[in-house]
C-alpha cells in the first residue's frame, strides 16, 4: 500500500514491499532483450535492517497495523506531513479490539526487553538503588508512563522517534567510517614501529605501491548522469544504448513497483560503476570503503532528484532531474581515493583517545585479575578448612573405633569399659 512505503521508506527504507502494486502507465519494453527479467515476488522481499535499536519493535507494529482493514483504508491516502506531525496517529482509536490487544502485548515485550537492557548494563556497572522505571525515560520511541497499553501516543512517538534517527543515520555512518580509516592508519603506523629500518621502508613502499595500484581504475561516471545510467541500460539491463528513455529506465528499475525509486533501489544503480575501483580479490581494495561510496553516491542523487526530501524518488522527479544540464554535462567524479578523510590533527585526538581508552581498559582488567585472585585465595581457604574438618571428623571416627572417648578441653582422655 502507498501509506506503508511511505511511512516506512521516509524512515530511511524500513520495509521496501509494499502490499499491492500501484497504478502505472503502461509503457513499451521489449522483454526479450532485458536480461534477468524475473517476476517479483514482493512476499518475499525481506524488510532491511534499518540499525535502529527498536527496529524489530518498529516492523511488529507496522505488521500488526496492516491486519485492521479500516485503519490501511485511512492511511491509503496518507502524505509525507501526515505522517510527520502524527495526525495519523489518532486513527488507532478506531482499530479493532483484536488489534489493539496485540498492540498492547508488543508494547509490553518491549518495554520488559528495555527493563532488561537497563538492569544488564547497570548490573555491569554494579549500580544499585537505581529506579529502572524512571530510567525507560531515555528511550523515546514508546510511552513509558502507560507500560501496558498502546496507545495513539505510542504510534506517534515510534513515527517521530524512526523518523529523526533515520535521519541522521547516514551521518552517524559517515563517522563510523572515518573512524575506520583513522584505526586503519593507527594500525600500520603502531606496525611500523615494531620494524626495523629495512623492513620498514620495504613496508612502506608496498604501501604506496598498492595505493598506486587502487588508485588505477576506469573513469567513473558521474552518479545519476545520463552517461551512468546508460551504462546501467546497456550492460546490466541489456538493452540498445541508442534507445535509452529515462521513463522505461524508471520502470526497469523500481523493483517492488511501488511507483518509487527507493535508497536501495538507487545504490543498486552503482554496482557498475563501483565494480571499476573496487574488487573483492585484490588486496589493495577495501570492501568497507567500497560501502562508504555507495553510500556518497546514493546520497548525491537523492540530493539532486529528491526534490520533497521525502528519500524517495517518483517517476516525475526522475524526469525532471533528466533535463537538466547537469544530467547532460555533470562535473567529474571524485572517488575515495581522491580525498582525504582526517586531518593529522583529528588522527592524534582519535589516537590519544584510545589511549585513554586503552589505559581505561587495562585498569579494569587490574581490577579483576585482583578480584580473581582474592576469589582463588578465599576458594583455597574454604578448601583447606574443609579438609581440616574432614580431618578432624576422621579422627573422631578412628577414636570412636578403638574405644577412645573423643579429647575434651582440661581433661584427659578417659577409657571406657564395660563392666
Given at each position: ?39 517479483v ?93 524512571a ?8 510511552n ?6 498502546f ?44 620494524l ?18 587502487h ?7 558521474h ?48 554496482t ?6 573496487y ?10 570503503e567500497?560501502?562508504?561510496e ?9 540530493n539532486?532528484?529528491?526534490t ?27 572517488t575515495?581515493d ?8 583529528e588522527?592524534k585526538e ?16 587490574d ?17 583447606a ?35
Amino acid at each position: 500500500m502507498k501509506w506503508r512505503t511511505i511511512l516506512l521508506q521516509y524512515c530511511f527504507l524500513f520495509i521496501t514491499c509494499v502490499l499491492t502494486a500501484l497504478e502505472a502507465v503502461p509503457i513499451d519494453i521489449d522483454k526479450t532483450k532485458v536480461k534477468n527479467t524475473q517476476p517479483v515476488d514482493s512476499a518475499k522481499i525481506e524488510p532491511p535492517d534499518t540499525g535502529l535499536y527498536y527496529d524489530e519493535y518498529l516492523k511488529q507494529v507496522i505488521d500488526v497495523l496492516e491486519t485492521d482493514s479500516h485503519f490501511r483504508e485511512k492511511l491509503q491516502k496518507a502524505d509525507i506531513e501526515d505522517i510527520k506531525s502524527g495526525r495519523l496517529s489518532k486513527e488507532l482509536d478506531l482499530v479493532s479490539h483484536h488489534v489493539r490487544t496485540k498492540l498492547d502485548e508488543l508494547k509490553r515485550q518491549e518495554v520488559a526487553r528495555l527493563r532488561m537492557l537497563i538492569k544488564a548494563k547497570l548490573d555491569s556497572l554494579q549500580d544499585t538503588g537505581i529506579d529502572h522505571h524512571a530510567l525507560l525515560k531515555q528511550f523515546d520511541h514508546l510511552n513509558h508512563l502507560n507500560p501496558d497499553k498502546f496507545e495513539s501516543t505510542d504510534l506517534d512517538m515510534l513515527i517521530k522517534a524512526a523518523t529523526s534517527d533515520l535521519e541522521h543515520y547516514d551521518k552517524a555512518r559517515h563517522e563510523e567510517f572515518k573512524k575506520y580509516e583513522m584505526m586503519k592508519e593507527h594500525e600500520r603506523r603502531e606496525y611500523l614501529k615494531t620494524l626495523n629500518e629495512e623492513k620498514r621502508k620495504e613496508e612502506e613502499s608496498k604501501f604506496e605501491e598498492m595505493k598506486k595500484k587502487h588508485e588505477n581504475h576506469p573513469k567513473v561516471n558521474h552518479p545519476g548522469s545520463k552517461d551512468q545510467l546508460k551504462e546501467v541500460w546497456e550492460e546490466a539491463d541489456g538493452l540498445d544504448p541508442n534507445d535509452f528513455d529515462p521513463k522505461t529506465f524508471f520502470k526497469l528499475h523500481d523493483v517492488n513497483s511501488d511507483g518509487f525509486l527507493d535508497e536501495q533501489e538507487l545504490e543498486a544503480l552503482f554496482t557498475k560503476e563501483l565494480e571499476k575501483v573496487y574488487d573483492p580479490k585484490n588486496e589493495e581494495d577495501d570492501m568497507v570503503e567500497m560501502e562508504e561510496e555507495r553510500l556518497r553516491m546514493r546520497e548525491h542523487v537523492m540530493n539532486e532528484v529528491d526534490t520533497n526530501k521525502d528519500r524517495l524518488v517518483t517517476l516525475e522527479e526522475f524526469l525532471k532531474a533528466t533535463e537538466k544540464k547537469e544530467f547532460l554535462e555533470p562535473d567529474s567524479w571524485e572517488t575515495l581515493d581522491q580525498q582525504q578523510f582526517f586531518t593529522e590533527e583529528e588522527l592524534k585526538e582519535y589516537e590519544n583517545l584510545i589511549s585513554v581508552q586503552e589505559i581505561e581498559l587495562k585498569k579494569k582488567a587490574d581490577e579483576l585479575q585482583k578480584q580473581k585472585e582474592e576469589l582463588q585465595r578465599q576458594h583455597e581457604q574454604l578448601e583447606a578448612q574443609k579438609l581440616e574438618y574432614h580431618q578432624v571428623v576422621q579422627q573422631m571416627e578412628q577414636k570412636k573405633l578403638q574405644g577412645i572417648s573423643p579429647s575434651v578441653p582440661g581433661g584427659e582422655s578417659k577409657i571406657q569399659s564395660r563392666m
